[in-house]
C-alpha cells in the first residue's frame, strides 16, 4: 500500500498504527497493540500544512490499520478517523477542507454505525471515542 496524506488545514497531529490486537480498558491511541508509523506524528504535528508519502509494506500479523488526525484544541467534528485493511486494486480517497487522503491497494472499513455494548463499566470519554469504538468492532468479530 502506499499511503500519501496532505494536510490542508492547521492541525495539533496525525498518527497511524498497524494494529495486531486491540483493547477495550483504555481509551485513545491506548486501545491498540501494534506498530505505529512515526512519520507521520512526526510531519504532521502542529503544521499549518504538511504532506506524508509513505509505503506500507505487507505485515501478516496486522489485523487492521486505522489513521488518527486530531484537530486544532481537539475538536471531535474536526478530527479524522479511518480504519483500513489492504486490498489490491481498491483504494481509498478523501479530499476535504481539512486534508487530501490517498492510499493505494487498501479499502476503509466503514465503523461509523457501530455501536459497541461490551460487559463492564466504561467512561463517557471510553463510549464516545472512535478508538475504543472500533477497538470494539475487532474484538467482537466484525467484518474486515
Given at each position: 500500500?502506499?499511503?500519501?496524506?496532505e494536510?490542508?488545514?492547521k492541525?495539533?497531529?496525525?498518527?497511524?498504527?498497524?494494529?495486531?490486537?486491540?483493547?477495550?480498558?483504555?481509551?485513545?491511541?491506548?486501545?491498540?497493540?501494534?506498530?505505529?508509523?512515526?512519520?507521520?506524528?512526526?510531519?504532521?504535528?502542529?503544521?499549518?500544512?504538511?504532506?506524508?508519502?509513505?509505503?506500507?509494506?505487507?505485515?501478516?500479523?496486522?489485523?487492521?490499520?486505522?489513521?488518527?488526525?486530531?484537530?486544532?484544541?481537539?475538536?471531535?467534528?474536526?478530527?479524522?478517523?479511518?480504519?483500513?485493511?489492504?486490498?489490491?486494486?481498491?483504494?481509498?480517497?478523501?479530499?476535504?477542507?481539512?486534508?487530501?487522503?490517498?492510499?493505494?491497494?487498501?479499502?476503509?472499513?466503514?465503523?461509523?454505525?457501530?455501536?459497541?455494548?461490551?460487559?463492564?463499566?466504561?467512561?463517557?470519554?471510553?463510549?464516545a471515542?472512535?478508538?475504543?469504538?472500533?477497538?470494539?468492532?475487532?474484538?467482537?468479530?466484525?467484518?474486515?
Open positions: 500500500m502506499k499511503l500519501t496524506l494536510i490542508r488545514k492541525c495539533r497531529f496525525f498518527w497511524l498504527q498497524a494494529i495486531r490486537k486491540a483493547r477495550i480498558d483504555k481509551c485513545c491511541a491506548k486501545c491498540f497493540i501494534g506498530d505505529l508509523f512515526n512519520e507521520v506524528y512526526e510531519n504532521t504535528r502542529y503544521q499549518e500544512k504538511a504532506f506524508v508519502k509513505l509505503n506500507i509494506d505487507p505485515d501478516s500479523r496486522v489485523k487492521a490499520y486505522y489513521l488518527c488526525g486530531l484537530s486544532k484544541g481537539f475538536q471531535y467534528e474536526e478530527n479524522t478517523h479511518i480504519a483500513f485493511v489492504p486490498c489490491e486494486g481498491q483504494d481509498i480517497s478523501i479530499e476535504n477542507d481539512k486534508i487530501r487522503l490517498v492510499i493505494t491497494d487498501a479499502r476503509q472499513i466503514d465503523f461509523k454505525n457501530y455501536k459497541p455494548n461490551p460487559e463492564g463499566d466504561f467512561t463517557d470519554k471510553q463510549r471515542c472512535r478508538n475504543w469504538i472500533f477497538a470494539n468492532y475487532l474484538l467482537d468479530g466484525m467484518p474486515l
